[in-house]
């Protein structure tokens, strides 16, 4: 190769994964929004957050300023998800999940050590305008009309329950919320919780983060969602991901999702779990969108498992969801993983039981 030919394919990416990448339709089930409260949505980000040099990064992941949100009220962050779904060759949907805030002793919304809070009402009322966009729902079982929320929601169509245990402070193996799994079972609705540490908000209380946590659900017949494989942290000294799949072939109702798994601080997490076939067979796909811009998340931490050509191929990819399956693909995440997420959630998707 001459000297101009190599300057040529240093500079210029394999168009490859652009070009010939399948058009497929594939669901994305990990998607956050958030809000101000503007314009009736309820929503809100806490003093502690706003203050954070973390709100301005997230408003930047959000694609929406300030004075957006101020003009045309918080469901500027939804029509931004669903132009970008639309525009992806790969992801045809998106759940877009609610975030329940931390509940007092009384049984209601705490605000003072609620972070982040995304009621399901706003979703409610907003999602169904976007064909493209799904509802997650939100609700602490700490809550004093958990059992009606859990209804409430189920009836609107939601295709899961969200948890963020840590920043929630909800005890996933808290006795006390008994009934509350009983209910996720009789709707059956999966339960999509955080494992492992929590280091995208201001505070966390990590322990509640330890996949461990998750076998009163499990044995109660709730299938779990684990999010993130416990990629981060450890509890009693040994790694979350660790106590994580040493629970897999006890509970055949334990799944796996591979959200921020590209992420800079997880990046050799995916590559770990696919090296174990039965938690393979477990994963399904989720971005953790909008955590997934420069320099969080980058094809070239990868380099160790891809090809500098791959890098920069995928690179050169617009579309952020394009450009995640693609850096998932080429880091050997099968086919059968987009395929089967979709299907996980197809008897609520279709309105049946």
Do not use: C
């Amino acid at each position: 190769m001459s000297a101009t030919g190599l300057i040529v394919w240093l500079v210029t990416p394999t168009l490859s994964r652009i070009v010939d990448a399948p058009r497929t339709d594939y669901l994305d089930m990990h998607v956050h929004t958030a809000g101000l409260g503007l314009l009736g949505s309820g929503a809100f980000i806490n003093d502690a957050m706003r203050s954070s040099y973390k709100f301005p990064i997230y408003l930047y992941a959000l694609g929406v300023s300030t004075e957006e949100i101020e003009t045309q009220g918080d469901i500027v962050v939804l029509r931004n998800i669903s132009r970008q779904v639309d525009e992806s060759r790969r992801v045809a949907r998106a759940m877009v999940l609610a975030m329940d805030g931390v509940i007092n002793v009384r049984g209601e919304l705490d605000v003072d050590q609620t972070q982040i809070y995304v009621p399901n009402s706003f979703l409610m009322r907003e999602l169904p305008q976007f064909d493209n966009l799904e509802f997650g729902a939100s609700v602490n079982p700490y809550r004093l009309d958990a059992m009606v929320r859990l209804e409430q929601v189920a009836d609107a169509g939601a295709l899961l329950v969200k948890w963020i245990p840590n920043i929630m402070l909800i005890d996933p193996a808290d006795e006390a919320i008994i009934p509350f799994y009983r209910k996720l079972v009789e709707l059956d609705l999966p339960l999509l919780t955080h494992t492992g540490q929590e280091r995208s908000f201001a505070h966390a209380r990590d322990e509640f983060g330890d996949p461990e946590r998750l076998t009163l659900p499990l044995s109660l017949g709730v299938r779990v969602m684990a999010a993130h494989i416990g990629s981060t942290g450890s509890n009693e000294g040994v790694s979350n991901f660790d106590r994580l799949t040493a629970m897999i072939e006890t509970f055949p109702n334990l799944a796996v999702g591979i959200s921020s798994l590209t992420q800079v601080n997880r990046r050799n997490s995916l590559a770990l779990a696919l090296r174990e076939e039965e938690l393979t067979e477990r994963m399904h796909y989720g971005t953790d969108w909008p955590l997934q811009f420069f320099p969080l998340v980058s094809p070239l931490f990868h380099l160790n498992h891809i090809s500098w050509r791959e890098a920069r191929s995928i690179a050169a990819i617009g579309n952020a969801w394009d450009r995640d399956v693609a850096l998932k693909e080429a880091l050997g995440v099968p086919t059968a993983v987009f395929q089967r997420t979709g299907a996980y959630f197809s008897r609520r998707s279709d309105g049946s039981l």
